[in-house]
């Protein structure tokens, strides 16, 4: 089928920008020591898990239980679980582990680890923990160094439920990073984080086997890797605008857009009305914020092929359904007659594509679709 | 089912709220010679266009052509499809008409009226045109006295395959009103803008046997609707927190929530954890702006039962599958212990309920779960 063909507004997926991308965090990890370990939020889809996880040992990160089912459905048997564990979901979980999944958990608090075990127990299941630390990104997590950490990895190994396994952190406070430099810090806090929590507990006698990080901006650019196990990280497959401003990746690397039509001009307000609206794109926004290079609205518009900016244009405006473009200068309307087809390249992609249930996949600006590959939305 | 037992995070719906908020607004336009036409792009879900049309005449209004066909093949066959028509649409709405469906599109531009006609004639059919106005919302549309109308409907009256059934009109800047005289004066633009249209195509001979506005806000509060054929809303159904802030509903009318599990507590932060985060709540925040209320963040938490708010607290900052619950006072920790479930009350509901493929339908408190009803989401 030809790209043309396509019903508008859907997912497009470039397999050849996907394979780059993964091929380039595997190689900065090969030979390490740090295995990678990518995180499938952004994706949710076995077919783009097969891609990251080629070169690598096999082991993913989910953020929630319907992807670690799904990818157990697709034979992914080494999962970690990065959003932290309540009693409740414990069935899921255990049926899981019942299945021969080996599922990693993360808890910040002794009082839910002891209700944690106890469920796991009465369903006969011991789950393997991580303690979730607090590097700087102040969601979740306790912090490195504080008693805390042993008394809560003393309670994981020896509840009858749970197995200490080892530590976890994610520089989330990376995206607030505005230079190399800063993203360098920021990993060296995550890294110290994890090191240091590691330490605490072989110092007191427990295990730690994993310590792991991660995000995409610490992942491309940590200096030091000493004392790491594992990197997580996830939308270096796809990239997207904000993620090219941070220095994680070049705008050329994108993986994901959203295939629109023109379906209106407004000259008397220089813009024009697309298709693609906040159903398709997502409220998540460009910031704007003043040490960004770009304020990118709702997204960045190319032409049709993916490859060519239509200059100046963004999405300035998003209503459910309709998708307004806005232009610097002059609106290029020659350029984009309704019917023009265009493609959107996402603020932050895994709103976007979150959106959909579907990628076409493309290669390049071949004009072939190639495949559709489904997404596992929902929880 | 009992609430306690389903898995969180989850779209819940009040299915008492809806039929009181769908029969206020069916008694309030019984009698008055205008239709009640429902928007469905907010429920998406036959379950609940079958409530709204309850004591109404039978036709629907969509935003997208999966919504058109979804409803087309649960009975529903006079609805109008409210997104701007280009040529590319065509093959599936020749193929709703083909069977049977009275269906009417919406249109602001010659050259694509043109374009259209073509196409239809080409697959067979004859389309039933509106002409989109602009009543100040300053999106799509002609305005109302100028020679365009005429033009337009002279076009749409003479192509072969577009047959011109009148005028419609979207008072979306409704939304950014702070009082109900300012609503009341964009319902009054609103209706203008379609009785003046309506007007000139009659002056000039041609047929309008269609004039169309709406929008919840003034589908609520219009003082005259001398002139008007039919009335589209939407969102009144359910409510929303905005909805409430601009004198739509009040929060007790709110039918929609999402229910979710404290899942960490951060006490120096004077903050806790939920499992609804960007991805079950969408990144739809309140403006915050000075005229509103209140800035109630992504939502306003609620106890499990939905009735009562937990003080103070709302959703601050959503990350993917994390919801960080903030207080202005001292965080009630005590109410909210790790494992507690909450019902979140959204900012803007169409936003919400699109992330989710499935509504948990409830009736009151009675915190029983009566019935699984399925959205249609995508395009």
């Not at 965090?25 to 499938?40: D, E, F, K, N, S």
């Not at 990160?61 to 999962?79: N, P, R």
């Not at 806090?189 to 730690?208: I, M």
């Not at 220095?247 to 407004?266: K, M, N, P, W, Y």
Request: aromatic share 4%.
């Amino acid at each position: 089928m030809r790209l043309t063909g396509l019903e508008t507004p859907c997912l497009i997926l470039d397999r050849q920008a996907l394979e780059r991308n993964a091929q380039r965090m595997t190689a900065r990890y090969a030979g390490t020591g740090v295995a990678l370990r990518p995180h499938m939020k952004s994706a949710k889809s076995i077919d783009v898990a097969r891609i990251a996880l080629a070169g690598n040992f096999g082991g993913i990160t989910v953020s929630t239980l319907k992807e670690a089912e799904y990818f157990a459905d697709h034979g992914i048997d080494d999962i970690t679980y990065a959003v932290g564990i309540v009693p409740d979901k414990l069935p899921r979980i255990a049926a899981l582990i019942g299945r021969g999944v080996r599922l990693s958990a993360i808890i910040d608090q002794i009082d839910v680890a002891r209700e944690v075990g106890a469920r796991a127990q009465a369903e006969g299941v011991v789950i393997d923990m991580l303690i979730e630390l607090d590097s700087g990104e102040r969601r979740a997590g306790l912090i490195a160094g504080t008693k805390g950490v042993v008394a809560l990895g003393q309670a994981l190994h020896e509840l009858a439920g749970t197995n200490l396994r080892g530590v976890l952190t994610h520089a989330g406070n990376s995206y607030q990073c505005r230079s190399i430099e800063a993203i360098q810090q920021v990993a060296e806090a995550e890294r110290l984080s994890a090191v240091t929590a590691a330490a605490q507990l072989r110092a007191a006698g427990l295990p730690c086997p994993v310590v792991s990080v991660g995000s995409t901006p610490t992942a491309t650019h940590a200096v030091s890797l000493e004392g790491l196990s594992e990197m997580r990280c996830g939308v270096y497959m796809f990239g997207d605008v904000f993620q090219s401003e941070i220095f994680s990746c070049d705008l050329g690397d994108l993986a994901v857009s959203v295939l629109a039509t023109v379906i209106g001009h407004r000259p008397e307000m220089n813009s024009a009305l697309i298709d693609a609206g906040a159903l398709a794109l997502s409220k998540d926004r460009s910031t704007g914020a003043p040490d960004l290079p770009e304020d990118i609205g709702f997204g960045l518009v190319m032409d049709a092929s993916g490859l060519r900016r239509i200059d100046g244009v963004r999405v300035g405006h998003v209503y459910q359904e309709h998708g307004m473009l806005v232009s610097d200068g002059a609106f290029p309307f020659d350029v984009l007659p309704v019917g023009t087809r265009v493609r959107v390249l996402p603020n932050h992609v895994c709103m976007t594509a979150a959106m959909h249930n579907t990628y076409r996949v493309v290669a390049g600006d071949s004009g072939h679709v190639l495949d559709s590959w489904q997404r596992v939305n929902g929880w």
